[in-house]
């Protein structure tokens, strides 16, 4: 099948103009191939950008394939033929009205399917069933961390905070209830009971959807703390099959479960090793509470070194803290390619727009202008000089630093800049509290802003 990169239309650029004229300027893949399915609340979205949406038990019971083919994409889809912009693809369409150069992440989700793949999907009737290509899959929320960016619906350890502590006071910007309340319909089924959206799956997987996805992302909470987890990693051990199998991981796990992870690398073909961070040392500790910088470090290391991973892939949320030490991130990201070669690791970064006050555009426009100064610096000293860094990646801190000079609000329903700084300012100081950490302390920059607010 005819791939879209190919000489003469081999750029980022190129594929953008490409998708717009020969399908329409809102024409993504990632609509009719793509999906991250959470199981445990039944939840879907066409990737990580939409706000996700729920699955009706009774269509999956009835069709398995209504885990991924939901009344709510099939409208999309017929938006998307018809160049219409779905409301819930704003991510991407903010990031291209800064201008007619810029790349939004429906590129990088379209150029992975071949033409002929993409042609089929435009042509296809929007009330037809699709079969996925690529699909990141969350049996249940069970996580031992719990990031200041996150919340109940993807982390246990956010529950048990709200449970001890109650809930997050006086934030005016939290319209979903993040903080507030600890989102049992996350997780619908208890343990021990019967989810008619795992079993949904599996009875997918094994019929046809092993046979169709090229695909496989596993992500949670932490997904080597589920039950489930094992279940998928030995029907992969026990079966050959062309599936490319992803899994994400915190990679702050005890070890024996790395131990089993680096285990299963060797016996899985086509295997892909996501991780998360986006800053260094107490920054990293502070964002992402639980984790432990050194730790974290020592096991992308010894995966990296022990493991037999294909890929090896490091996911940056970029929110206002993490761009304190960012570049000096980056930095660490480029020690270990010159180590383990190119694409170990491979980074993204993926700008962060809920929860709004902690996006990157709340901080003052002079400590803004300083990071994408840093960032600019670092990808002129960086960007062709070493041959380390791939296209995407120079083209993802290009974004940033573009969006941090010209993009002023994080999405359109954001509250204005005073009520985003009022709840920065609040969950902060109840976060401080809650966790034992401390903002000043930790942030030179963005803690003395803090204690201005």
Known sequence: MSKLRKPGRNTDLEIKNFLNEYFSPSFCGAKWYNATIWLGSGMTTSCHHPPAHQVSVEDVIANPKALHNTPQKKKDRAQMQTGERPPGCEYCWKIEDMGKDAISDRVYKSVIYSQEELVDAYMLYPEDDVDLKTLEIAFDRTCQYAC????????????????????????????????????????????????PYVEAFFKWWESDLHKTLQELRLTGGEPMMSPHTMRLIDWFIENESPVQFA????????????????????????????????????????????LNWEQWQHNVERVLTEGKVDGFHVMCTINALCLESLTEFLEWMLKLKRKYGKDYPAFTLNILRFPSFQSPLVLPNELRMDYADKLDTWLENNAYKNLLLHEMEINQVQRLIDYLDVVKTPHSDTFDMPALHNDFKKFYAQYDQRRGKNIVDTFEHIGAWYSEL
């Not at 295997?271 to 964002?287: C, K």
Request: with cysteine; net charge negative.
């Open 148 to 195: 200041s960016y996150c919340n109940p619906a993807f982390s246990t350890q956010w529950v048990t905070d709200l449970k001890k502590h109650g809930p997050y006071e006086g934030l005016l910007s939290d319209g979903r209830g993040h903080f507030t309340h600890t989102h049992d319909s996350a997780q619908l089924y208890k343990p021990k009971e019967t989810n």
């Open 247 to 290: 899994l994400n991981s915190n990679l702050g796990i005890e070890d024996d479960k790395l131990d089993k992870l680096i285990e299963a690398s060797h016996k899985i073909k086509n295997f892909q090793l996501y991780t998360s961070n986006e800053s260094v040392g107490a920054h990293a500790e502070y964002i992402r509470d639980g």
